[in-house]
């Protein structure tokens, strides 16, 4: 199975701008489908690139550029609108993922799309946060008692919040996995090392080690992968903003021991490695080797993220890819929730599909 | 070569297996589908418009497919797939050639932001242009089709491609998209004009696609540059009436019927105030196509007044 092409220019250290127009074609429609069409423009912005690229495909690039910088521009904006919603709540805020690479001015979100901003806070705040983001109008349009039942006590996040003019969307969190997630991470934990965002009193990311592992959990325990090469090159991007900190991979190593997050970093680490020629010391692959799998499920998984992680896209398919999504869709379930939880809830859902509430 | 040039089984079969690929404007697009009345809108319409060969950059592929499963023996259904994805719900499969009229503007809208694109209709005479936003149902592409078959050259009935470098409006010159009534009104104010099949119960009601005259696409690579901005509306029985209309305000509304003005940020702010800066703004109300005629030569008559 040939490697998908988007994949390729990331993989390739001499990458050039130099493809058929049938490729370029594929190319274009493997990044809008994974959400990284204008990380894919200021890859070549970067390296100088852009006026190499043909006339024909120059177009995609430079309006994707466009459309990436109005979104930080926009989520900058939100940012400072939550930061103000939230002045009275004696809490601190920590920005989770996109809004965090973005305001901590990380590589990671050059050409970064967003579809909303993750903020997390102590579980104890959640209800004052709550309602002091309703009172700068943020609301919640979830209204069926059991979904909102199913977030309030099983997930590690609230229904999202949208404000009622702007249609911004917030995910209000107090952990990042799941409390009944097989890598359930106490929320406390995190919030010791969070890091103060200069020039933003009150708002906060995750430490450098905390981000790495946090993306590399969502990634293997999202259902859906749509954005799974997205969220792959997200760690891509953090390990090279982070690998010179002295004694980073030793915190690494011993942060995900403490969290229990052992798993996602081991397979993490393998995709960087088989896809984007990721080198780490080998001291930090030999002690990640002894945290990893057993074999089995090694191998299986090497499989199915192998298939997953490629573009959602026509070009990218082949005929196992439909299976593997699937077995790892069923696989995020059974690590967000133990059977005698997640089988009740999934009969519900059907039930639900099947028989919506008249509203 | 011309669409013309081809047979309609011709047409058939590209559609049905590679695709075919038409210059529609600055754009380039691949379409597929085995539908049969999807190829024969293409053939009656398209007629004037470039097919390119394989070897050119294709801009957006456009799939126009049936229904599969069991549902293609309940209901037959076309569906838009763009990129694997289904942005749209399915529709009634004889609502198939409208479809993909709306998947194509789609793809523009949703992508082209190296322009900054108005929901509007683009005329040109004498190298000026008249761009005419408009809500639906103020008869915006009924008086863009009159106007089009009286001496003025059609750049587009649904989308403005304004330059972000300058303020040229390039032409876009795919059919024109008639509603209900608007139908018959074309058909006698136009004897001889080709039209698409009629499509009844759309979301829009009964449509039909009016052909650009051949004139038209023969010019396609020649940009325009603005002149006015005139909001339409049909009122019927009223007299022509065309009033001065404040510029501020024609740039807020612009910027309201503008599908990226927004993504542009301070681009779309600044290439909107040349359009404006360039422009006279009217507000035109009207009930006879003749009427809207004489209304609009009058400001070409009037222009270095």
Known sequence: ?359 | MKLEKLSASAVQNKLKSNGLILKIGPFSFRIISPIASVADGLVALYANHVVLDDSHFVDYTVTIASASGWRRWTRRQAIFQFDGMEPFIPLPEDHAFPLLEWSMNWCIAMHAHHYLLLHSAVIEKEGCAVVMPAPPGSGKSTLCAGLVHRGWRLLSDELALISLTGTAITPLGRPISLKNQSIEVMRSFVPGAVFSKEVLDTSKGRVSLMKVPTAHTERIQETAQPRWVVFPKYVAGSLPQMVPRSKANSMLELGRNSFNYMVLGLKGFEVLSKVIDASDCYDFQYSQLDDAVAAFDDLVARRND
């Not at chain 1, 190319?27 to 852009?50: C, E, N």
């Not at chain 1, 090392?193 to 981000?211: C, F, K, R, S, T």
């Not at chain 1, 869709?329 to 809830?345: F, I, T």
């Open chain 1, 1 to 359: 199975m040939s490697t998908p092409l988007l994949t390729a220019v990331w993989a390739e250290p001499g990458w050039r701008p130099q493809l058929s127009v049938r490729e370029w074609e594929a190319l274009f429609g493997q990044a809008r489908q994974s959400s990284l069409l204008a990380r894919l423009a200021y890859l070549h912005v970067d390296k100088g690139l852009l006026p190499e690229v043909p006339d024909g495909p120059r177009p995609h690039l430079e309006g994707a550029l466009r459309l990436a910088d109005r979104q930080q521009h926009e989520v900058r904006w939100e940012v400072d609108c939550i930061r103000r919603a939230l002045r009275g709540v004696d809490t601190p805020i920590v920005l989770l993922k996109g809004a965090a690479y973005l305001m901590a001015d990380l590589s990671t979100a050059r050409g970064r799309l967003f579809s909303d901003i993750d903020i997390l806070v102590p579980h104890d705040r959640i209800a004052d946060t709550e309602s002091a983001l309703f009172g700068a109008g943020w609301i919640s349009d979830e209204r069926d008692a059991y979904n909102e039942r199913y977030y309030r006590e099983w997930m590690h996040e609230i229904p999202p919040l949208r404000h009622i003019h702007r249609q911004s969307y917030i995910d209000l969190h107090h952990t990042i996995t799941p409390p009944t997630s097989r890598f359930k991470v106490d929320g406390q934990e995190l919030l010791r090392n969070i890091q103060p965002l200069a020039g933003y009193p009150g708002l906060y990311v995750l430490a450098p080690v905390d981000m790495v592992l946090h993306s590399a959990v969502h990634l293997f325990q999202e259902g859906e992968f749509g954005h799974g090469l997205r969220d792959l090159l997200d760690l891509h991007d953090l390990f090279a903003d982070f690998q010179g900190r002295p004694g980073f991979w030793d915190a690494l190593l011993n942060r995900a021991d403490g969290l229990g997050l052992q798993i996602p970093l081991f397979h993490a680490t393998f995709h960087l490695r088989r896809l984007f020629q990721f080198s780490p010391p080998p001291q930090f692959l030999e002690r990640l080797e002894k945290m990893g799998p057993n074999p089995v499920s090694r191998t299986l998984m090497a499989w199915m993220l192998g298939l997953a992680l490629r573009p959602d896209h026509p070009s990218c398919d082949s005929r196992w890819t439909g299976l593997a999504r699937w077995l790892l869709y069923v696989r995020s379930h059974a690590l967000r929730m133990p059977m005698r939880l997640l089988v009740p809830h999934l009969l519900r859902k059907s039930w639900m599909q099947r028989f919506p509430q008249k509203p």
